[in-house]
């Protein structure tokens, strides 16, 4: 079993920035999947960034240019660089992680990190 567990969540006025991280521990074996999303209420979960075991990101538009996506390889770490923060940005933010295959994934959440912005 894997475990993600989150942090660098709160508040932040807008423009400003906030670092999370997602600390991966357990079996984890082969990595499919990098990413994070986040839900804001009312809303379907979104997904703002994915990186990919080459290194290559992605990023909607609504991301794009302000958010980062890395991993900490030697520490298991993801991590989630947000500058430039907009209250649309608030949201529970929520790494994920797929381990196995392409034909056999299993799916790991963090449990959320509430991010706001607002002054």
């Known amino acids: 079993q894997v475990q993600l567990a989150e942090s660098g969540g709160g508040l932040v006025q807008p423009g400003g920035s906030l670092r999370l991280s997602c600390a991966a521990s357990?079996?984890?074996?082969?990595?499919?999947?990098i990413q994070w999303y986040r839900q804001a209420p009312g809303k379907q979960r979104e997904l703002i960034a994915a990186?990919?075991?080459?290194?290559?990101?992605n990023y909607p538009d609504s991301v794009k240019g302000r958010f980062t996506i890395s991993r900490d390889n030697a520490k298991n770490t993801i991590s989630l660089q947000m500058n430039s923060l907009k209250p649309e940005d608030t949201a529970v933010y929520y790494c994920y992680v797929a381990i196995g295959t392409p034909y056999y994934k299993r799916a790991y959440w963090g449990q959320g990190t509430q991010v706001t912005v607002s002054s």
């Open positions: 990186i990919t075991s080459g290194g290559s990101t």
């Open positions: 357990g079996s984890i074996g082969n990595i499919i999947d």
